[in-house]
Structure formats: C-alpha cells, structure tokens
Nanobody
Framework: QVQLVESGGGLVQPGGSLRLSCAASGTIFSLTDMGWYRQAPGKQRELVAKYITGVYVNYADSVKGRFTISRDNAKNTVYLQMNNLKPEDTAVYYC???????????WGRGTQVTVSS
C-alpha cells in the first residue's frame, strides 16, 4: 500500500516562500510519477506540478516561474518549492503518486497553505 505524508504547509505573507515535502513508502519511488495538486475552497482539485515518466515536468500555467518541483530518489521524497506566493495560491496541497506500472493514483492527506497579510 502506497503511503504519502506531506509536511511544510503554513501561513505566509504575499511574496513569501514555502517548501512542501512528501515522503512516500510502499512503492518503487524511482518508477513512480510524483506530483502536487491543490484544492481551494469551493473549487476542484487542480494540478500544480507533476513528473511525467520521471523526467519531464508539467506545471500549471499559474505557477510557472514561481514553483519548482524536485525529487530525491534516495530519500523517497518529492518537494515543492514555492516562491513569490500570492493569495490565490491559498489551498490544501496534496501529494500524488502514480506508479508507472499500474497508473493508480494515490493521495496524501494534504497540507494547508495560506497566503495572507
């Protein structure tokens, strides 16, 4: 069973930065596409950034140039560095794992990010 544990959320002022982490277990990490999604109140869950086939990264247009996804296969961890945060980035951020063999989606419980002055 794949388990994902997110950390690093919190309250930050506009223009600030946060780094989210997601530790994965129960999967061959190097063969798993990892990503981040978010869901704001009253809105659908949307893609933020995701590795595709382990190398190519797909970013939402709204975060390009501000957010960077990275992974450490030795630590089974994926990160999301978020810079120049805006109030519209406020949401619950979810870690996503999709093993390439099964293409089943697994989700973490989410971590709250609030951007407010």
């Amino acid at each position: 069973q794949v388990q994902l544990v997110e950390s690093g959320g919190g309250l930050v002022q506009p223009g600030g930065s946060l780094r989210l982490s997601c530790a994965a277990s129960g999967t061959i990490f190097s063969l798993t596409d990892m990503g981040w999604y978010r869901q704001a109140p009253g809105k659908q869950r949307e893609l933020v950034a995701k590795y595709i086939t382990g190398v190519y990264v797909n970013y939402a247009d709204s975060v390009k140039g501000r957010f960077t996804i990275s992974r450490d296969n030795a630590k089974n961890t994926v990160y999301l560095q978020m810079n120049n945060l805006k109030p519209e980035d406020t949401a619950v951020y979810y870690c996503n794992a999709q093993p390439r063999a099964s293409r089943v989606n697994y989700w973490g419980r989410g971590t709250q990010v609030t951007v407010s002055s």
